[in-house]
């Protein structure tokens, strides 16, 4: 649907060059929504059960990174198999910016005194600016197959 509109607005060409990138603001916007909206939720619904910041933040990225995996790959990429090979580069990028996140999260609410709602939702424009180089490059490129 989304290939065809922009053969209709733009030429098969315009369409052919840029419609992977299309899908994924598309389907970033989707990830966005769901990675911003997880963490608060799962904060309000885990706290009361005694579930830390971090716990929660453990949580919310099992969650995100899966369901951001399958829109990529489905929706964006539309890649064939490779289930394994793609899956553990797309959790080798996730984990090295969770880690990152972890010790970033844990210093703007610890030292800085910035509420990890707000802290989360900053920290979260790094992966998406970052994400589709390493996604189209790395993790779904057909060029390594």
């Known amino acids: 649907m989304i290939d065809e509109a922009l053969r209709r607005w733009g030429g098969a060409e315009f369409a052919q060059r840029h419609a992977q990138k299309v899908r994924y603001?598309?389907?970033?916007?989707?990830?966005?929504?769901v990675g911003l909206a997880a963490y608060p939720i799962l904060y309000l619904l885990l706290k009361p059960q005694g579930v830390g910041y971090r716990g929660v933040?453990?949580?919310s990225q099992v969650f995100c990174i899966a369901f951001a995996y399958l829109t990529n790959?489905?929706?964006v990429f539309k890649t064939q198999g490779n289930y394994v090979r793609e899956t553990l580069k797309f959790a080798a990028f996730h984990?090295?910016?969770?880690l990152l996140n972890l010790a970033?999260?844990?210093?703007?609410?610890?030292?800085?005194?910035?509420?990890?709602?707000?802290?989360q939702m900053g920290f979260a424009v790094l992966v998406i600016i970052s994400s589709y180089l390493w996604h189209s490059k790395i993790t779904f490129s057909t060029r390594s197959q």
């Open 57 to 59: 933040l453990v949580v």
């Open 25 to 33: 603001l598309l389907a970033g916007g989707l990830n966005t929504a």
């Open 95 to 98: 984990l090295a910016y969770f």
């Open 104 to 119: 970033v999260l844990s210093f703007l609410v610890e030292r800085m005194q910035v509420p990890p709602v707000w802290a």
């Open 73 to 75: 790959k489905f929706l």
